[in-house]
């Protein structure tokens, strides 16, 4: 059974850091692109990161380039999002979803449909 979690989550104060973890069962990651999505309260889900399944190619959504960094460790099977000075924006569900690409430098943020499998979510606050 494929399966993917999320883990790392937490409460911390603006400014700070989290690393989540995504970690799958059941299929080789290094087959996959992973995408980071989060969604908050009353919105929609969105784009945070990518990393293609070579680990070649990475995308970040603008909100956080620059403080957000994605990698992946196949022989872990599993893909981090690195996540530094934190803003209260940032609040929200964070999920890790897979979409099967094999040798491939290419990866979105922007679209969530190549995305076939999802994990539960990890919950991400940052509040003083």
């Known amino acids: 059974q494929l399966q993917l979690v999320e883990s790392g989550g937490g409460l911390v104060q603006p400014g700070g850091s989290l690393r989540l973890s995504c970690a799958a069962s059941?299929?080789?990651?290094?087959?996959?692109?992973i995408g980071w999505f989060r969604q908050a309260p009353g919105k929609e889900r969105e784009g945070v990161s990518c990393?293609?399944?070579?680990?070649?190619?990475?995308n970040y959504a603008d909100s956080v380039k620059g403080r957000f960094t994605i990698s992946r460790d196949n022989a872990k099977n599993t893909v981090y999002l690195q996540m530094n000075s934190l803003k209260p924006e940032d609040t929200a569900v964070y999920y890790c979803?897979?979409?099967?690409?094999?040798?491939?430098?290419?990866?979105?943020?922007?679209?969530?449909?190549?995305?076939?499998?999802w994990g539960q979510g990890t919950q991400v606050t940052v509040s003083s």
């Open positions: 979803a897979a979409d099967y690409a094999p040798y491939s430098a290419f990866c979105t943020v922007v679209a969530q449909g190549p995305y076939h499998y």
């Open positions: 059941g299929f080789t990651l290094g087959y996959y692109a």
């Open positions: 990393i293609s399944s070579s680990g070649g190619g990475t």
